[in-house]
Structures are given as structure tokens and as C-alpha cells.
């Protein structure tokens, strides 16, 4: 509501009370302030104006009054009746107005208090509205601007998933020098960024001339794959060989490809790590909408970026496991053993067959080194593991593992019964053989801890912990 | 933006600059900056996915009720992840976000569900199946839950069937979970029973059926079909159908 000015309501009620004096001349005017009457309309209207304006208001209204009173009529009846006014008159007219007028004040201070109160409390409330308005105007804004910051974040959320920023920042994870890590996030990126739900890494095995399944994303294991593929006769095979990508609408174009297309692949690609291919990037399954030219041109463009990084990493490790392969042995180090340990435990379960691992121990290798020297008791590790070696068929794998004294072998093939009669063919060819070095005989006391894949024990961790646990145990 | 915004962006040099987005939300309250001080540094976050964690743009993409599956399943994933943490705090808000989620639907499920139960309108049903298909999808790693969603989906489809006919949502929803389930000859024969002719959407979702089974030739005739129907395509497959049938006739 508009707030009236002063001026205003003081002219306003000056009007008010100027009727009051013309009325009570033409009608009483020899009762000048109407004391005659019961109510007094000056006051009455003095009591009006505080309770409506407060008591200054009401004061005003009470002095104008009193001026209308004492005033106008006995000047006119001065003036124009030449009646003569003496100061008498004015004594009367103070005893008259004496009780209204100090009930009048009283009223005027009583009212000025209460209406003084309410104000307050109304300005009070006053105040907290605007508050509370001016809150909510500040709140209303905010909440503008969290829908907009939220709409905003939804969109970089939900294109975040395949955006470029996303892309360059795990391009920029791929330069760690890991090559298996490496691997992994080029599945990873391919599968993010083309949205396939299946697909694979495979890697070329120049010696047995097949590619091998080095990893994938979304293989049931429900279901029977292969895990080895040969170079002629298949779609990943022509890929590698030709250094070009394969897409599942040439099926429909070329005779070839349709012979050799076994349902397996949708978009296949070749990897290259230095100047050669490497193996193969297979998409297996992807949405049909996704399947689009786009997407083609996406994956040649994330196999070009992961190239250079792919290389380094590879050079980076053929390099690592060059230099700490054992001079004697020629035997790679542990941390090769894990990798491939990994990665033949990936496949195997897919294959649905059989692995073991094993690891011996040199028990008495401080008396052995003592008398041998370091790289004697590697010449022995490598004379028992040849011997292991033909016991196996050639088909062990050897590594040195994590102390000195302990090699480990992979072995394909080879369930937990079959680990136990090999391992004790082993410490029978260990015991039955005199063993000489540098035309000293040596007697190696060895002892070993293996374990074999099955259905509750998967990972290499928990694999190398079983074999080790063995291996404590006998010590003991 | 507009050129008021701009200007601002052109002058807010001078004076105070908040530097976290809570900074700029109180000098905002206070009128030291305008509002969009405050939009520009909480919008200008870092990958949700990249490491460390920015756990405020999490919580507050977490705390936005309505997202829709695709950002849900992404956020699931970064979850999934943050679970398997070595620092457990972390590992711990991975499993509450997951919780948080997972009672998300859970909720708007029991809702549907006395809801169905009061007004008995067949159409929640498909409401309810759409839910379930979401929730599968979230599940995707635990594939016995995930196999127990679909499940439910689909027998909720079932039972809202009346008749033959299914919207072509529902139709849609319905393919999709037989898809998930890779009954993917049961969906081709689904749709086979239906008269697709003519109707472009409908032969989409043929050829994606056919595409599944690896018809490969099935589907360049179904998008032959689909150029010649001379129904409004939109972008997306006129994409599809350029990539498939390209301007020039397949050498047979």
C-alpha cells in the first residue's frame, strides 16, 4: 500500500475539521465547540485521527480544533454583531472545555501508546515479509540456476561416457609403459566408444602361425569359444594378413569373405605395434544403430591414436624382460611369469581346460651357494629344468620366481591329479640322479609347491598363494 | 548466452571472484556477482569418471531424481568401480551411490505396484515392465538378478497384452528384453507375426532383430524396404541406410 505524506494527511485533516467549524457556526453558534452536546466532535474526531495517524496527528488535530474553538466566533461576533468580547468569555469557554479536553489528551496518549504498539508489531511483520520475500526472489534464482548447472551436468554426464575429453585423458593413461595395461584399455576404449557389447584382442603367434585370444569383453562363459585361430580360413586371419579393417557388409560383397565367415566377427581391425600388425581387435556383437559408418571411421581413428602409446609400451617391455632375464638360466623374471600366467589362465577358462602351476624351491641353496657361487646354482636350476623339461614333453614353461632360490613353471594340460604324479616324477628323477657341476657332484634338496585351475580357485593370486602355502608347509 | 551474459564475462575481472562454486553460490546470495558467475564455475567440473573422484559433482548428479537410463547405467558403472576401491570410504559411497539407485527404482516400483493394485489400469503394467527392463540393465554384471528382472518385465508385458496388439513402445520394450536374454530367434519370430509393411519404425526394429541374428542380407532388404516406404526417417537412419545401401545397387 502507497504511504500517504504528511503534508497530505495534516491538510486532510485540517479540511475535516474546517467543515466541523463552519458546521458548528451555522448551526450552534452560541455553543462554539458543541459542550452543549453529549459527544464533541472535535475531540471525538482528535481520538479518530491518532488512532488512524498516531498521536501527533492527534495532537494536531486537538490544537486546530482548539483554534476553531476559540477563535472564528467571537470574531464574528466582534466584527459584525459588534458584541463586546472580553477575556471572561474565554475563562467560560476554558471551564466548559476543560474535562473533554484533558479526557481528550488522556484518550490522545492511551490510543497514541496501543496504536504506537500495533505499528510496531505490524512493522515487524512487515520486515519479515520482506525478508522472507526477498529470500525467496534470492532462492527462486538460485533454483533457476541449479536446474540450469543441473541440465548442464545431466548432458556432460551423459555425453561424457564417449566424449573426446574422455577419449584423449585414457589415451594419456596408455603411455604407463604397461603393454598388458595397455591392452586392456585399448578393449576398454574400443568397447566404450563403438558400444560393443562383445569383442576381443587377439594376438598373432608368428612361431605357430594362429592368433591367440589375449583378452575380451562380454564372452559368456557359458558358452564354448576358441581361443586359438588360425591365419588361413578366417576373417581375423585376413585381417592380419592384409593389414586391413573387415566390416560385416563385405560378406555380401565378397565371396571370400563370406567362406570364411564363421559369425564371429562384425567389425575387425588390425593392431599395430611398431611397423607390424601385431594381432587383431575383433567386434563380435554391437547394437545395430551403432553399426554405421561413423563408428567405422571412430575405431580406425582410436587404433591410430592407441598406436604410438601401444609402441612405446611394447618396446618398453621387450626391452625390461631382455634385461632381467637370468644370464644363466635365460630364464624370464617373475613379474613376466604373472603376465603370462594371466593371460593363460584368461584363455583356459574359455577353453574349459586344464593348467597347472609349480614352483621349486632349493632348500639347501645358502650350503649350495656357499660351495657353487650364484651363477653355479643357476647352472643346476638349469640342468634340473631341462631334465623337468623332458619329462613334460617339452610343454613346461619356465620362469625364475620371486627369491633366488625358486623357479616356477606353467603347465597347459595338466589337472591336479595329473600335477601330483608329474611332481612326484620329479623328486624321483631329483633323488635317483647324481647330479654333477663343473666335475663336482652337488645333492640339490628341493621341494615343491603346485595347485592347478579349478572352478573355485580362477585368479593367478589365488593360485600362487596355494602353491605357496604347500611350499611353507614342507618346510616346517 | 546472451550479450548480457557475455558482457559479464567480458568485466568480471574486476572485483571479487569466488573460486569454488560454493563460494560463488554465497557471494551470488549476497549480490557481489550475478548468477551466472556462480552457473559458469559449477558447470566448468572435470570428468565424473576421471580420477580422484569429484564427489560434489557425483553427489549432485546423484541427487537429480529423473535421470534417464543411459546416464544411470553410466553412473552405475563408475560405482561399480569406486566399490572395488582400496580406501574404504570410498569403496563405501560407491556401495551407498549403488544403494541409492537400486532403492530409486525399487520405490518407484512398490509405488506402481499399489498403484495397480487401486486403479487396476492396465497401462502401469507396461510402466512396471519398463522399470524392470531399466533395472536389468543396471544389473548387468550379476546376471542371475539381471535374468530375474527381465523375467518380471516380461511377464508383466505378458499379462498387460490385450488382444494382438502392442504399442509400438511396448513392442519395442518387449524385443528388447527378449534381446537381453538372447532369445534373439523368439524376438525375430515375435516380429515376424506382426504386419510390418510399410511402416518404416516397425521394419527398423526388424532389421535390428534380423542384424542380432546376423541375417546380414535380411537386413540390407529390409532397409531397401524401408528407402522405398517413403515414410519420414529420421537422421539417425538415414544414416543407417546411406552406410547400408549408399547410393549405389548391391552386386549380387
Known amino acids: 500500500m502507497k504511504q500517504q505524506r504528511p503534508a497530505v494527511i495534516l491538510a486532510e485533516l485540517s479540511a475535516v475539521l474546517v467543515v466541523l467549524g463552519i458546521a458548528n457556526f451555522f448551526l450552534t453558534i452560541n455553543d462554539p465547540g458543541y459542550f452543549s452536546l453529549p459527544f464533541n466532535p472535535y475531540f471525538i474526531f482528535a481520538l479518530f485521527a491518532t488512532l488512524l ?56 496518549f492511551v490510543f497514541g501508546l496501543i496504536r504506537d504498539s500495533l505499528k510496531l508489531d505490524l512493522d515487524k511483520t512487515k520486515y519479515i515479509l520482506n525478508t522472507i520475500t526477498k529470500e525467496k526472489a534470492i532462492l527462486d534464482n538460485e533454483v533457476k540456476a541449479l536446474k540450469k548447472v543441473n541440465r548442464e551436468l545431466e548432458m556432460r554426464v551423459y555425453t561424457q561416457e564417449d566424449s573426446t575429453v574422455m577419449l584423449y585423458s585414457k589415451i594419456q593413461e596408455l603411455y604407463s609403459h604397461n603393454f598388458q595395461k595397455g ?8 568397447q566404450t566408444y563403438t558400444g560393443a557389447t562383445v569383442c576381443s584382442i587377439w594376438e598373432y603367434n608368428q ?49 571370400n569373405l563370406a567362406r570364411m565367415d564363421k559369425g564371429r566377427n562384425i567389425l575387425t581391425v588390425p593392431i599395430a605395434v611398431g611397423h607390424k600388425v601385431w594381432g ?47 644370464v644363466v638360466t635365460g630364464f624370464p623374471p617373475f613379474s613376466h611369469f604373472y603376465i603370462i600366467l594371466e593371460q593363460e589362465l584368461s584363455r583356459v577358462k574359455f577353453e574349459k581346460g586344464r593348467l ?61 591329479d595329473g600335477c601330483s604324479l608329474f611332481c612326484l616324477n620329479i623328486l624321483e628323477m631329483i633323488n635317483k640322479r647324481d647330479w654333477e657341476l663343473n666335475k663336482k657332484t652337488v645333492l640339490p634338496e628341493i621341494v615343491l609347491g603346485y595347485t592347478s585351475l579349478t572352478d573355485d580357485k580362477q585368479s593367478a593370486e589365488d593360485l600362487l598363494a596355494i602353491a605357496e602355502n604347500l611350499l611353507e608347509m614342507q618346510k616346517v | 548466452m546472451n550479450e548480457q551474459e557475455l558482457h559479464f564475462f567480458r568485466t568480471k575481472n574486476e572485483g571479487y571472484e569466488p573460486f569454488t562454486p560454493a563460494a560463488a553460490l554465497k557471494a551470488f546470495e549476497n549480490d557481489i556477482i550475478p548468477i551466472e558467475f556462480f552457473i559458469n564455475k559449477s558447470t566448468s567440473v572435470k570428468s565424473i569418471e576421471e580420477k580422484p573422484y ?69 497401462n502401469i503394467k507396461y510402466e512396471l515392465a519398463q522399470k524392470y527392463y531399466e533395472l536389468a540393465l543396471i544389473s548387468e554384471k550379476q546376471k542371475d538378478i539381471k535374468r530375474f528382472f527381465l523375467k518380471t518385465a516380461y511377464y508383466y508385458l505378458k499379462d498387460a497384452k490385450t488382444g494382438n496388439t502392442l504399442a509400438f513402445k511396448n513392442l519395442e520394450l518387449l524385443i528388447n528384453i527378449l534381446l537381453e536374454f538372447n532369445f534373439n530367434k523368439q524376438a525375430l519370430s515375435t516380429i515376424k507375426n506382426i504386419d510390418i509393411k510399410h511402416k518404416a519404425a516397425l521394419l527398423f526394429l526388424l532389421a535390428r ?13 529390409i532397409l531397401q524396404e524401408i528407402k522405398q516406404c517413403g515414410d519420414t526417417l529420421d537422421d539417425e537412419i538415414k544414416k543407417i541406410l546411406e552406410y547400408w545401401i549408399g547410393n549405389n545397387e548391391r552386386a549380387d
Open chain 1, 183 to 190: 591392452l586392456d584399455l585399448l578393449l576398454n576404449i574400443a
Open chain 1, 207 to 255: 612361431e605357430l602361425k594362429r592368433l591367440e585370444l589375449r583378452m575380451n569383453f562380454g564372452w559368456d562363459m557359458d558358452m564354448d569359444r576358441i581361443t586359438r585361430i588360425p591365419v588361413e580360413d578366417s576373417i581375423e586371419g585376413w585381417v592380419l594378413r592384409n593389414n586391413m579393417m573387415f566390416s560385416v557388409r563385405m560378406v555380401m560383397q565378397y565371396e
Open chain 1, 280 to 326: 587383431v581387435f575383433n567386434i563380435e556383437d554391437i547394437p545395430f544403430e551403432k553399426y554405421n559408418l561413423y563408428t567405422e571411421k571412430y575405431l580406425l581413428m582410436i587404433m591410430a591414436l592407441v598406436a604410438p602409446a601401444l609402441d612405446k609400451a611394447f618396446e618398453y617391455e621387450a626391452f625390461s624382460i631382455q634385461e632381467n632375464v637370468n
Open chain 2, 54 to 122: 569429484d564427489f560434489e559433482a557425483i553427489d549432485r548428479m546423484l541427487a537429480i531424481k529423473d535421470i534417464d537410463i543411459k546416464t544411470t547405467r553410466f553412473l552405475m558403472m563408475i560405482f561399480k568401480i569406486m566399490v572395488k576401491d582400496r580406501d574404504s570410504e570410498r569403496a563405501l559411497y560407491g556401495a551407498e551411490a549403488i544403494n541409492v539407485i537400486e532403492s530409486r527404482y525399487n520405490k518407484r516400483i512398490e509405488m506402481l505396484k499399489e498403484k495397480l493394485k487401486k486403479e487396476g489400469d492396465q
Open chain 2, 209 to 221: 532383430v534380423e542384424f542380432k541374428n546376423k541375417h546380414y542380407n535380411e537386413v540390407y532388404k
Open chain 1, 53 to 108: 495517524y498516531g498521536k501527533y496527528y492527534g495532537l494536531f488535530s486537538l490544537l486546530v480544533s482548539i483554534i476553531l474553538i476559540v477563535i472564528p466566533t467571537p470574531a464574528y461576533k466582534y466584527f459584525f454583531e459588534s458584541y463586546h468580547i472580553t477575556f471572561s468569555y474565554w475563562i467560560k469557554l476554558g471551564q466548559k472545555a476543560v474535562t473533554p479536553f484533558s479526557l481528550t489528551l488522556v484518550g490522545i
Open chain 1, 356 to 416: 597347472s602351476v609349480m614352483i621349486v624351491e632349493l632348500v639347501n641353496y645358502g650350503d649350495l651357494l656357499h660351495e657353487l657361487s650364484k651363477d653355479g646354482v643357476f647352472a643346476l636350476f638349469l640342468l634340473i629344468s631341462e631334465r623337468i623339461k623332458e619329462l613334460s614333453d617339452n610343454k613346461a614353461m619356465f620362469f625364475h620366481y620371486k627369491n633366488d632360490n625358486q623357479i616356477s613353471y606353467i603347465l597347459p594340460n595338466l589337472d591336479y
